[in-house]
């Protein structure tokens, strides 16, 4: 048994009629897909997941009409060579519409090197960790706390916003209030249960930093994040939380901290592992598609 959700899209493009877009767990509403999907996939029992996937797939291509285009949004390799797969059995082209990168931390990299994460990093981030570190002891002692009560994980997530939301402003995620509304259900359900872990940065009695993490498998990904940024450029909030909750994790004994797809500095510099991500249509060659690749 596999399960999934499939949301059909009417989409207008250069011919006379609308086409259906079948979308993978998206609604194609961007007001609710600003969630943003990765690592997506159809859920299954592990040992069968495989023969599942190639089902679905399989029974989703030879669904699709004339002008028809299934959606697989955010897809791993090993999801992108079944899709390609039973296209190619249904007689569809297959399309890249985006590709990224999920950098990661694989901990048993840093555990066959002696488990001392700081140490495998490079020498110009391990001096940037250790100054910022220097400058906030400056204020008090730096602590790391994972929250554990709700009502508390859910004023952080209040602060979370507002910092973030300060840093970006109209681009920033806080600014579809659904979103916020969405997550602050997620967080009442899952931080009771282990799967939503939020946890803040402090230096002295300050809050510098706050994660919003998931965790699955003995895997964290690090969703969504809000930092206290000021005029000195030596203050790095982003990286000392970063750090600090990726060894947080590794003394769990977890597998890994996953940055997620998306460019940003600290990523490349904290990561040693990578995932690649793609956004892929499937359909039938016609004019419509011609026109619009």
């Known amino acids: 048994v596999g399960l999934a959700i499939i949301c059909r899209r009417r ?11 079948w979308l993978l767990n998206e609604t194609g509403d961007v007001r609710f897909d600003r969630l943003f999907i990765e690592y997506n996939d159809i859920l299954a029992e592990r040992s069968l997941a495989d023969a599942v996937r190639v089902a679905c797939l399989d029974a989703l291509a030879h669904h699709l009409r ?9 897809i791993g390799p090993d999801f992108e060579l079944a899709a390609r797969r039973s296209a190619g059995r249904a007689g569809l082209l297959t399309e890249v519409k985006a590709e990224d990168t999920a950098r990661w931390i694989d901990f048993s990299k840093v555990r066959q090197k002696g488990g001392n994460y700081r140490a495998t990093l490079g020498r110009n981030t391990r001096q940037a960790v250790s100054r910022a570190m220097r400058l906030y002891a400056e204020r ?10 709700t009502s508390e994980a859910l004023a952080a997530f209040d602060l979370l916003a507002e910092l973030h939301q300060a840093r970006w402003g109209r681009r920033g ?12 259900e997620l967080i009442a359900h899952g931080v009771p249960t282990g799967a939503v872990r939020i ?27 809000g930092f206290l940024y000021e005029r000195d450029g030596r203050l790095k909030p982003g990286l000392i939380s970063h750090v600090l909750a990726i060894e947080d994790s590794i003394g769990r ?26 956004w892929i249509a499937i359909g039938r060659d016609n004019p419509e598609r011609r026109i619009e690749a």
């Open 173 to 184: 995620a806080f600014a579809n209030p659904s979103f916020r509304r969405f997550h602050e």
């Open 11 to 21: 989409a207008w493009s250069f011919g006379p009629h609308a086409r259906a877009r």
């Open 253 to 278: 004994g977890e597998r890994g901290y996953d940055f997620l797809a998306g460019f940003s500095g600290h990523k490349s510099h904290l990561a040693n592992a990578e995932h690649p991500m793609k």
């Open 66 to 74: 004339h002008s028809d285009q299934l959606v697989l949004s955010g």
């Open 199 to 225: 946890s803040r940065t402090l230096a002295g009695d300050q809050t510098i930093g706050i994660l919003y993490n998931f965790v699955h498998d003995g895997r964290v990904y690090n969703y969504q994040s």
């Open 140 to 149: 008090g002692p730096i602590a790391f706390r994972t929250v554990e009560v």
